[in-house]
């Protein structure tokens, strides 16, 4: 299979499950319901796994994060993440510089 920065970028966007961030430990969780988060993490600190794995690397551009990507993968939940070999092959190529992309919101 030849994997193109667009699949990476597709698997990316595929990711399933919220990631949000513990107020009182600073550690970020992994859930699959954005209401089994409790009362350490915010309403507006919840985000989409598939958003997560983005960073802000300028005004529209953004850097797929290998951090963020190792994060999930830390997790032990490929399956329930959905994370896809594309990913695992982004990640092993550590090598290669992250992605950037022209990111924006489609309503």
Avoid at 69 to 76: E, G, R, V, Y
Wanted: some cysteine; hydrophobic content about 45%.
């Amino acid at each position: 299979m030849h994997i193109t920065s667009a699949l990476i970028c597709q698997a990316a966007d595929l990711l399933n499950g919220f990631v949000g961030l513990n107020r009182k430990t600073g550690q970020y969780l992994v859930r699959f319901s954005e209401d089994s988060f409790g009362m350490d993490v915010a309403d507006d600190g919840i985000i989409p796994a598939a958003e997560f794995v983005w960073l802000p690397a300028g005004l529209e551009v953004m850097t797929l994060s290998r951090e963020r990507i190792q994060f999930l993968l830390d997790q032990n939940i490929d399956d329930r993440l959905n994370i896809t070999e594309p990913l695992r092959v982004y990640m092993r190529r550590a090598e290669i510089p992250q992605i950037n992309a022209l990111r924006s919101l489609v309503s």
